[in-house]
Each structure stands twice: as structure tokens, then as C-alpha cells.
């Protein structure tokens, strides 16, 4: 089994930051894109930022230069610096992953933290 393991979300002012991580563990032979996805009440599931085990990254356009996503790939890790957040930031996020497992590629989601930006 293959978990994904989120934590860094929480209550933020406007202007502040946070910094999301996501871990994931389980028998993992090799790892493909990692990244963030969001999903606030009453919208669809989008993506955030994306990071390739190369190292090329790929982000949404409302985040672009205020998040940064990086990753270690020895540890299996992918971490999302939000700075500048808005109330419009406000999700649930989610830690993405595309993973080599015994039964082959397959694309894996964590269970989700919540993010809340508000004065």
C-alpha cells in the first residue's frame, strides 16, 4: 500500500504564507510528476503546481510567482511555499503523485488539508 501523508495547512491572514508537505510512503520503486491540486466549495478540482522528478515545474496562472513547489526525491517529498496568500487561495488541497509500484504506474492522491485565508 502507498500512502500520502499532507500537513502545513491551517488559518492564514491575507498577505501571509504557509507551506504545505507531502510525503509519500509505502514500496515505491520509482516517482513521476508531483504536485498540487485545489478544490474550494462549489468549484472543480485545479491544479496548483506541478513539479517533474527532472525538476521542471509547471503552475496554475492565479499562483504563478507568489507559490514555489520543489521536491527530494530520495525522500519522496514535495513541498508548496504559498506566500502571498489571498482569500481566493482558500481550498482544500491536495498532494498529487505519480508512482511505480508493484503493479505498475499509477496516480495517486492524498486525503486533502485545508487551507484558509481570512482576516
Known amino acids: 500500500q502507498v500512502q500520502l501523508v499532507e500537513s502545513g495547512g491551517g488559518l492564514v491572514q491575507p498577505g501571509g504564507s504557509l507551506r504545505l508537505s507531502c510525503a509519500a510512503s509505502?514500496?515505491?520503486?520509482?516517482?513521476?510528476?508531483m504536485g498540487w491540486y485545489r478544490q474550494a466549495p462549489g468549484k472543480q478540482r485545479e491544479l496548483v503546481a506541478a513539479?517533474?522528478?527532472?525538476?521542471?515545474?509547471n503552475y496554475g496562472d492565479s499562483v504563478k510567482g507568489r507559490f514555489t513547489i520543489s521536491r527530494d526525491n530520495a525522500k519522496i517529498t514535495v513541498w508548496l511555499q504559498m506566500n502571498s496568500l489571498k482569500p481566493e487561495d482558500t481550498a482544500v488541497y491536495y498532494c498529487?503523485?505519480?508512482?511505480?509500484?508493484?503493479?505498475?504506474?499509477?496516480?495517486?492522491w492524498g486525503q486533502g488539508t485545508q487551507v484558509t485565508v481570512s482576516s
Open positions: 498529487n503523485a505519480e508512482l511505480y509500484l508493484t503493479t505498475g504506474w499509477g496516480r495517486y
Open positions: 513539479i517533474t522528478s527532472g525538476g521542471s515545474t
Open positions: 509505502g514500496s515505491i520503486f520509482s516517482t513521476g510528476t
